[in-house]
């Protein structure tokens, strides 16, 4: 391989107005990006801004709003009232202010810190079991990116906003908790981003689920953006090989890995550093599963997902899931209503090969489960959503329909209501959210 060794270097608050490439930004724009950076994580990175970012194309370009804070990410209101802190030197103001804003934008959105599972007495908050069958993990060393994204639902976690931090150091424990768990087949490291942490990290966690005790864990997934975001992880970093060969050896012990791997625009897989990357971990085994929110300013064309499917399934990527965006930070600039989403998907999908549409969407992470917009139809004389779980909390009620009121502005599962005047949906009825069976001590709203 004759790609040239990169060296990873980012660009923060700090630093960011070193960057000759912000040239072809005007003055706003480029004190935009101080004043909505002190709100909304901002850290991008030299591949991004070199390799992804069309500067001839900014601010509208897809990757450049992805990493970048624009005016709009914020309310006028909520601008003003940073910048005019910052002008006058009022830190300690300036603080509260920033902190008061992140609290308006539902910092923790969907009751995520309901779903922390317990070992005896003790909270086990780096992880998180929802569904039955998987537990996800977030390893301590793993919560950051290598880059930001501006939509990003995990944001808390990047702004020193400790009590929000899900972060387990006791690899002991997430152990102890799956032998414990012999319904659960699959672990899902997540973060952050998992794989900004060492190999030898990494390894502390994987290896000792190799061996016999581990059967029932048959599935190792890793959500992911350092393909998207630093692909060198993979081809010249100093544990590049090391990692593949972690990889290989999950693979020899018979069980799957995958990636989760989130690429939101075409784009991201234009790279000679990413087509080597994904050749690289697909020759170790490893499935490459794909996964995106649709945004707003991103990605909120169907042509723009036909293009990205294919080329994923081209490189050897299979399309998994397309997400609406989580009601959180910067929402009023990314969201996309129910409506187009569900019209974005099904024009994309039915545009692809059969070959492509292993992806399903779009769905909602919301609190009963991921909810999956079936369609818009008309029952008895009523438009309404067609809607079903992908996966619930009682995964008994995966797969039936259910029905919402239609509403052409619900850009969210909360907006939407039960149809034909019911009070409740289905699963509210009589806690059917609950589980009767031997998992039930996941915990609950
Ligand atoms: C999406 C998700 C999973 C994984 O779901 P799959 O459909 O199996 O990919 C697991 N836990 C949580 C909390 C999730 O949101
Ligand atoms: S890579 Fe994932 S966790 Fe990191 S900022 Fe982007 S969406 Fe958030």
């Known amino acids: 391989m004759n790609t040239e060794v990169a060296k990873y270097r980012n660009y923060i608050l700090r630093n960011y107005n070193n960057l000759p490439q912000l040239n072809a930004l005007s003055d706003d724009e480029r004190e935009a990006i101080g004043v909505v950076g002190q709100v909304l994580p901002f850290k991008t990175n030299n ?13 509208n370009d897809p990757i450049y709003t992805l990493t970048f804070p624009r005016r709009e990410m914020l309310s006028e209101e909520n601008y003003k009232a940073v910048k005019e802190l910052m002008d006058r030197n009022d830190e300690a103001g300036l603080k509260k202010k920033v902190f008061d804003i992140r609290m308006q934008l539902n910092p923790n959105p969907a009751g995520q810190e309901s779903n922390v599972p317990s070992l005896e007495d003790i909270k086990l908050h780096g992880m998180q079991h929802k569904y ?5 993990f977030f390893p301590s060393q793993g919560q950051t990116c290598h880059a930001y994204c501006t939509f ?71 959500g992911t953006k350092t393909l998207a975001y630093w692909p060198y992880r993979f081809l010249t970093d100093k544990d590049a090989d090391d990692i593949l060969r972690l990889f290989e050896k999950v693979r020899k012990a018979g069980k799957h890995l995958a990636f989760q791997a989130h690429f939101n625009h075409p784009v991201e897989l234009s790279t000679d550093a990413v087509k080597n990357a994904i050749q690289r971990i697909k020759n170790t ?19 723009i997902w036909a293009d990205m499917w294919e080329e994923q399934v081209s490189q050897g990527l299979i399309p998994y899931y397309m997400f609406v965006a989580r009601d959180t930070g910067s929402k009023a600039f990314f969201e996309v209503p129910l409506e187009r989403a569900w ?72 907006e939407l209501e039960p149809a034909f005047g019911d009070k409740e949906f289905f699963f509210q009825r009589n806690n059917l959210l609950m589980t009767n069976g031997e998992e039930a001590n996941y915990s609950w709203e």
């Open 285 to 303: 085994g490893t499935q490459i599963r794909t996964q995106s929110p649709l945004l707003r300013h991103i990605n909120d064309r169907p042509q």
């Open 152 to 222: 990003c639902f995990r944001w808390p976690q990047f702004s020193g906003m400790n009590e929000l931090k899900f972060a387990m150091k006791e690899a002991n424990l997430l152990h102890e908790y799956l032998l414990q768990h012999p319904n659960v087949t699959d672990v899902l490291f997540t973060g952050g981003d998992p794989l900004t942490a060492k190999t030898n990290i990494m390894a502390a966690y994987i290896e000792p689920m190799l061996t016999k005790e581990f059967s029932h864990i048959r599935n190792i997934r890793i």
């Open 47 to 59: 591949y991004v801004v070199e390799q992804l970012i069309d500067w001839n194309n900014v601010p």
């Open 132 to 136: 039955r069958e998987t537990v996800l």
């Open 343 to 414: 019209n974005v998907f099904r024009e994309a999908y039915r545009s692809v090969s059969g070959i492509c549409r292993t992806v399903r969407g779009p769905s909602m992470s919301a609190n009963p489960g991921k909810v999956h917009i079936l369609g818009i139809s008309e029952v008895r004389g009523e438009k309404v959503f067609v809607l079903s779980f992908i996966q619930c909390r009682n995964p008994d009620l995966v797969g039936i329909p259910f029905y919402a009121k239609y509403d052409p502005h619900a850009s969210w599962f909360d």
